[in-house]
């Protein structure tokens, strides 16, 4: 399972990492956030109405309205002034990850629902729990307190629903082919999120491993 890494620092007081984010760039990466928030929230709200599967279609509903509301946590810790704007800052991080939302929602037929679950549970969220874990992992208690609540908050609902979505595609794999065609979807949408740089482009996922070496605990 993904770990929430940089949580026990960011919740001690006082603790200013070395190489906490400047604002405008703290502020491009929750306004990249809210984007991919908003339009997870529209994907798999429209998966909840389209999936044949009455059984899968009660949780993509759940985690549609959870995404709906993280993208308003997110609106909430944009900034207003120095001439930026909720508006202004809610945008992709590049055509690179528009492209990969656009191959996220390809498979739009009845029989293609672990596709489509693959690239959400085992591509997209993964991405944005690193995503999110490297932020918090350069946060500062002393002036990212708000940003911290709400890294913390949905980094819990990511792994929750992560969770969730590979217990349901791991009950729908019944085939040889359909474990075949799930890893080939999954690793072109790797690709594609990967040379995006993440959800919120490159260098923005963090290591991975922090330790003594880079003055961190």
């Keep these: 399972m993904p770990a929430l890494e940089g949580d026990d620092r960011a919740r001690s007081p006082g603790w200013n990492p070395p190489d906490?984010?400047?604002?405008?760039?703290?502020a491009r990466r929750m306004g990249a956030y809210r984007w991919v928030e908003s339009r997870l929230f529209e994907v798999l709200g429209a998966w909840a109405l389209?999936?044949?599967?009455?059984?899968?279609?009660?949780?993509?509903?759940?985690?549609?309205?959870e995404h709906a509301w993280h993208a308003e946590l997110w609106r909430e810790q944009l900034p207003t002034a120095g001439g930026?704007?909720?508006?202004?800052?809610?945008?992709?991080?590049?055509?690179?990850?528009?492209?990969?939302f656009a191959a996220l929602v390809e498979p739009d037929r009845p029989g293609h629902t672990i596709e489509r679950l693959v690239g959400a549970y085992r591509v997209l969220l993964p991405r944005m729990i690193a995503a999110y874990s490297a932020h918090l992992a350069v946060a500062s208690a002393v002036s990212d307190g708000p940003a911290i609540r709400v890294l913390?908050?949905?980094?819990?609902d990511e792994?929750?629903?992560w969770s969730r979505g590979e217990a349901v595609i791991q009950s729908l794999l019944g085939t040889?082919?359909?474990?075949?065609?799930?890893?080939?979807?999954?690793?072109?949408?790797?690709w594609m999120i990967t040379a995006a740089g993440g959800v919120a482009g490159p260098d923005t996922a963090g290591s991975g491993f922090a330790g003594p070496e880079n003055g961190q605990p």
């Design 152 to 156: 913390r908050l949905v980094l819990r």
């Design 159 to 161: 792994v929750e629903g």
């Design 50 to 65: 389209s999936v044949p599967e009455l059984e899968v279609k009660p949780g993509l509903a759940t985690h549609a309205a």
């Design 176 to 190: 040889e082919q359909q474990v075949r065609t799930a890893a080939g979807h999954q690793g072109r949408l790797e």
């Design 84 to 100: 930026m704007t909720p508006e202004s800052l809610t945008r992709s991080a590049n055509e690179g990850i528009e492209a990969f």
């Design 20 to 26: 906490a984010l400047p604002l405008r760039e703290a």
